[in-house]
């Protein structure tokens, strides 16, 4: 277990190291987000209507 956690933090680190790929994590994380609430919203939107 503590070697995958060791490999994550240096993918992460490589990943934040570069300007573009922050970016990139940055966007993804706020798709995903968006995603969650978009789903969870029609959803209860569904519940509540029913």
Do not use: P
């Not at 490999?7 to 995903?32: C, D, H, P």
């Amino acid at each position: 277990m503590k070697g995958m956690i060791d490999i994550l933090k240096s993918v992460w680190q490589k990943l934040m190291g570069n300007e573009f790929t922050r970016w990139l994590v940055y966007i993804g994380i706020v798709a995903f987000c968006f995603c969650i609430m978009y789903n969870a919203g029609k959803m209860l939107g569904d519940w509540i209507a029913a």
